[in-house]
C-alpha cells in the first residue's frame, strides 16, 4: 500500500518553530484534500489541520489556529505545517493522510476519512 512520508520533524524549545513537509514518491496528492494528525503518548490520534487540493479551503483544530499554518505546493506534489509558537503540549508524533475521495473538500478532521497514513516525524517540545 502506497504511503505519504513526512519529514521535518525534531527537538524544539517553547516559543520554537518547526515546519513539517508531506510527500508521496509514487501518487500524487495533489487531487486530494490533505491533513496533518498528531498522537502523544497514550492518548487519541487528534486532527490539526487539513487543506484542501487547490489550497483554497484549510481547516484547523482549536488547539493551533494562529500558531500552525497549512499550505501545499502542487508543483512538488508536497504538503506543509508551518508550526510556530510551540508549546510543550504539541509534543507528538506526527502524521499526515490523504482524503479517501478524490476533490471531496477539507471539511472534517475525523482520521475515518483518510488513508495513506506515513510512518510519521517526531515532534518534542521542551519546555
Known amino acids: 500500500q502506497v504511503q505519504l512520508v513526512e519529514s521535518g520533524g525534531g527537538l524544539v524549545q517553547s516559543g520554537g518553530s518547526l515546519r513539517l513537509a508531506c510527500t508521496a514518491d509514487d501518487f500524487t496528492i495533489n487531487y486530494y484534500a490533505i491533513a496533518w494528525f498528531r498522537q502523544a503518548p497514550g492518548q487519541e490520534r487528534e486532527g490539526v489541520s487539513c487543506i484542501s487540493r487547490n489550497g483554497g479551503i484549510t481547516n484547523y483544530a482549536d488547539s493551533v489556529k494562529g500558531r500552525f499554518t497549512i499550505s501545499r505546493d502542487n508543483t512538488k506534489n508536497m504538503v506543509f505545517l508551518q508550526m510556530n509558537s510551540l508549546k510543550s503540549e504539541d509534543t507528538a508524533v506526527y502524521y499526515c493522510?490523504?482524503?479517501?475521495?478524490?476533490?471531496?473538500?477539507?471539511?472534517?478532521?475525523?482520521?475515518?476519512?483518510?488513508?495513506?497514513w506515513g510512518q510519521g516525524t517526531q515532534v518534542t517540545v521542551s519546555s
Open positions: 493522510a490523504r482524503n479517501r475521495i478524490a476533490g471531496r473538500l477539507c471539511t472534517s478532521l475525523s482520521d475515518r476519512e483518510y488513508e495513506n
